[in-house]
C-alpha cells in the first residue's frame, strides 16, 4: 500500500542558498511527526512546501494518493497552524474558526453546529462572540487549533505550537493536543527547535540540519541511537569521548583513549578505526568509593546543578575527559548534604553509542 | 506621585502652540466682526456668514474645490493603495526601484516645478491629442490626484506593512482565493489608514493654490484660488469667514478621521 503521504526528493534554492536539500520521507495516516532542528535549518521552510506557500525547485508531495504540486493552498487538503497563531484580529472567535467553512460553501446552519463542535474540542465554549485580542495566550492557541482544524485537513501542520505559552502551560497545551490527535486520528507534522517537546509530541521524529534530515526514528530511537554527532548533540544531553578501536576481546570491543573504555556492540568496527564514543548522563554512575565495576574511573566533580527531581554533575576524568552525569533523588535530597569532590565513575558497556568521527 | 513639568518646557510649548493657533483665533473671532475694516473690532455679526451666501463667485469656488477634492483624493487613495500593496506584498519585480523614487519624488518636488511640469505636458497632450481642450476641473483634478497619489501611497505603506502577513496566508490555507482575501482580510485592517489616506489627499486637493493656479483655466478658478486672488484686491472680512469655514470643515474630518482610527486601535 501507498504511504499517506510521501514527501520525494524535496529542495528548495532561494538564490544559491540550498534551504530544503533533497529531502525524503512518509507519513503514515494518524502519525504525529515533529521536524526537528536548530533555527535556520530549513524546517519551516519544509512546512511552508507542505501548506503550498512555497514553490519546490525539485521534487514533489503526494498526499492520499494525490500529487500536491500544482494545487493551490486553497485547494489542498491541507491545514497550517501558524507560530503566531494569525488570527484575524477583525473577527469574533467564531467567525475565525467559520472562515475556511464558509469558504467551502457550507449552509450557514451546518457552519453554525461545526463551530460549536470546534469550540467544544478546544474547551471553548461560550467564547464564540469575544475577539481575540481579549483571549489569553492559550485561548488564542487554541482557537488557531480549531480554525486549522475546522475544514478536517487530512494533514494539519504545526509551526512551533508551544514556543509562545510558558512553561506550565505548555505541557498542559501539550497533553492536550495529543489527545485532541488521537480522537480525531488527524496527520500531524508539527515544526519545532524544542527537542523536549518533540520527544513527548510525536509517533516518529525527522531532525534536519543545514537542510537535510539527518534522521528519521521514533522518538526512543533519535534518543538512544542517534546516528550522528548532530543528532546526538542536539537531542538531550551528552558527552562524547574520543577513542581508537584496539581490539576484540570476548564480548566486548577495547577502545583506547585517555582511558580504556569496553564497549559491547552489534557496530561492525576495524581496528584503528577512530570513533567518538557518547554517553547520556543519566547512564553514568557516581560512587564515593570505588565498585570495581566494568568501565570505572576516578574522577574530580568541577561542577553541580540541583534540578529537583536530580542532580547534574560535570566531572573530569584522567586525561581531562569531560563528562556530564545525572543523578535522579530517589530519596528525598537534602539541603545540608555535601557535594562530593571526587569520586568514580562506572557505565555499562552496552550504554555506550558509538559515532564515526 | 505628580511629576511636574519643568516651566521652561511648559513655557516653548505654550508659545509654541499660541504661534501656530493664536493667528487662526484671531481669524475666527474677526470673522465676526461687523466692520468691513479687518483690523477694527466694531461688534459682533454674522453678516460676513451671509453674504458668503450670495456671493456667487465664492460658492462656485467652493463647489468646484470640493468636486476637485473629493473626486482627486478618491484617484489618489485608489492609486495609492495599489501602489503601497505593490511595494510591501512583492518584494522583488522588474522596476521597483524606478516606481518607488517616482512615486516618491513628487513628495519633495517643488508645487512651481510640480505645476509647471503639469501645465507643459497638458499643452503638450493638447497639441498631440486634441485633450484635454484647454485647462479646466479635469486638469486640476488630474494634477492633484497625482500626487496625493504619493502621500496616500505613503500612509497607506506603513499600516501594510505593519499587518500580519500571515492573516492572509492563513486566509488562503483556509480555502479563500483574492479577491475575497483582499476584501476580508487585509481591507477591513488598513481601512482605517486608506480613510486617513483619502482624508490627507482630500485636504491637499482643497487648499492647494499653486499647482491649481498652473493648470486651472477660465471658469476653473478653485476656492484658494478666488481667496487669493480677493486678497490682492485688498483683504475683506468675508474671507475670514470662509476661512473659518473651512477651517470647521477640516477639523471636522480630521476629527472623525482620529476617532476612527483609535476606534480601531482600541479593538485591536
Known amino acids: 500500500m501507498a ?3 510521501r514527501i520525494q526528493n524535496i529542495s528548495k534554492k532561494y538564490g544559491k542558498l540550498l534551504a530544503v536539500d533533497n529531502v525524503s520521507f512518509n507519513l503514515e495516516k494518524g502519525e504525529l511527526f515533529s521536524l526537528l532542528g536548530p533555527s535556520g535549518c530549513g524546517k519551516t521552510t519544509l512546512l511552508r512546501i507542505l501548506a503550498g506557500f512555497e514553490i519546490t525547485t525539485e521534487g514533489y508531495v503526494e498526499i492520499d494518493g494525490q500529487d500536491m504540486v500544482d494545487v493551490d493552498p486553497a485547494d489542498r487538503p491541507v491545514n497550517i ?4 497563531y494569525a488570527l484575524f484580529p477583525h473577527m469574533s472567535v467564531s467567525n475565525n474558526i467559520g472562515y475556511g467553512l464558509k469558504r467551502a460553501s457550507l449552509p450557514d446552519n451546518e457552519i453554525k453546529s461545526r463551530v460549536s463542535e470546534l469550540l467544544e474540542l478546544v474547551h471553548l465554549n461560550g467564547m464564540g462572540e469575544r475577539k481575540p485580542s481579549t483571549l489569553s495566550g492559550g485561548q488564542r492557541q487554541r482557537v488557531a487549533l480549531a480554525r486549522a482544524l475546522a475544514r478536517r485537513p487530512k494533514l494539519l501542520l504545526l509551526d512551533e505550537p508551544l514556543a509562545a505559552l510558558d512553561k506550565k502551560l505548555r505541557s498542559e497545551t501539550q497533553f492536550e493536543l495529543c489527545k485532541i490527535q488521537e480522537q480525531l486520528g488527524t496527520t500531524f507534522v508539527v515544526v519545532t527547535h524544542d527537542q523536549e517537546e518533540a520527544m513527548t509530541l510525536s509517533t516518529r521524529i525527522g531532525v534536519m540540519n543545514n537542510g537535510k534530515l539527518v534522521q528519521v ?21 551528552i558527552s562524547f569521548i574520543e577513542v581508537t578501536v584496539k581490539e576484540q576481546k570476548g564480548p566486548y570491543w577495547l577502545m583506547q583513549g585517555a582511558v580504556p573504555i569496553h564497549v559491547s556492540t552489534g557496530a561492525k568496527l576495524r581496528i584503528n578505526q577512530k570513533v567518538n564514543l557518547a554517553l547520556r548522563p543519566e547512564k553514568i554512575s557516581l560512587t564515593s568509593k570505588s565498585t570495581g565495576k566494568i568501565n570505572e574511573f576516578p574522577v574530580k566533580v568541577i561542577d ?10 560535570r566531572v ?30 562506572n557505565f555499562s558497556p552496552d550504554s555506550i553509542i558509538i559515532l564515526e568521527r | 506621585m505628580r511629576r511636574d513639568v519643568p516651566l521652561l518646557i511648559k513655557a516653548l510649548g505654550i508659545a509654541g502652540f ?20 479687518v483690523a477694527v473690532w466694531a461688534g459682533f455679526s454674522t453678516k460676513w456668514y451671509k453674504e458668503l451666501w450670495t456671493d456667487d463667485i465664492l460658492l462656485t469656488a467652493l463647489y468646484k474645490s470640493l468636486l476637485i477634492g473629493v473626486s482627486s483624493a478618491t484617484i489618489s487613495t485608489v492609486f495609492g493603495l495599489l501602489i503601497a500593496i505593490a511595494f510591501v506584498r512583492f518584494s522583488v519585480f522588474k522596476g ?5 523614487l517616482v512615486a516618491s519624488a513628487p513628495l519633495v518636488m517643488p508645487e512651481a516645478v510640480t505645476g509647471l511640469s503639469m501645465l507643459l505636458l497638458f499643452i503638450a497632450m493638447e497639441i498631440s491629442f486634441g485633450w484635454p481642450s484647454g485647462r479646466g476641473v479635469d486638469t486640476i483634478m488630474i494634477a492633484h490626484a497625482t500626487f496625493g497619489m504619493c502621500f496616500a501611497a505613503v500612509v497607506i505603506q506603513t499600516r ?33 489608514s486608506i480613510i486617513a489616506a483619502w482624508l490627507l489627499s482630500f485636504t491637499l486637493s482643497f487648499d492647494d493654490l499653486v499647482i491649481a493656479s498652473f493648470v486651472s483655466g477660465p471658469g476653473s478658478s478653485t476656492l484658494p484660488i478666488v481667496i487669493f486672488s480677493k486678497i490682492r484686491l485688498g483683504v475683506s472680512p468675508e474671507i475670514n469667514a470662509i476661512a473659518t469655514l473651512m477651517i470647521l470643515t477640516i477639523s471636522i474630518l480630521v476629527l472623525f478621521g482620529s476617532i476612527l482610527v483609535l476606534k480601531r486601535e482600541d479593538k485591536k
Do not use: C
Not at chain 1, 553541580?304 to 554533575?313: E, K, L, R, V
Open chain 1, 3 to 5: 504511504p499517506f503521504i
Open chain 1, 81 to 84: 497552524m501558524f507560530q503566531n
Open chain 1, 217 to 237: 526514528g521514533t522518538p526512543n530511537e533519535i534518543y538512544e541511537q542517534p546516528q550522528t554527532t548532530f543528532v546526538a548533540d542536539f537531542v538531550g544531553e
Open chain 1, 304 to 313: 553541580w546543578a540541583f534540578y529537583g527531581a536530580g542532580t547534574q554533575y
Open chain 1, 316 to 345: 573530569v576524568g584522567p586525561g581531562g575527559i569531560n563528562l556530564k552525569l545525572y543523578e535522579s533523588h530517589n530519596i528525598p535530597s537534602k539541603s545540608n548534604a555535601r557535594q562530593p569532590e571526587t569520586g568514580f565513575i
Open chain 2, 18 to 37: 499660541g504661534i501656530l493657533y493664536i493667528p487662526v483665533m484671531i481669524m475666527i473671532i474677526y470673522s465676526f466682526n461687523s466692520s468691513k475694516l
Open chain 2, 96 to 100: 521597483r526601484l524606478i516606481l518607488s
Open chain 2, 160 to 192: 501594510l506593512r505593519d499587518m500580519d502577513k500571515y492573516l492572509e496566508e492563513a486566509a488562503r490555507d483556509l480555502g479563500g482565493r483574492q479577491p475575497f482575501v483582499f476584501l476580508s482580510i487585509t481591507l477591513p485592517l488598513i481601512l482605517p
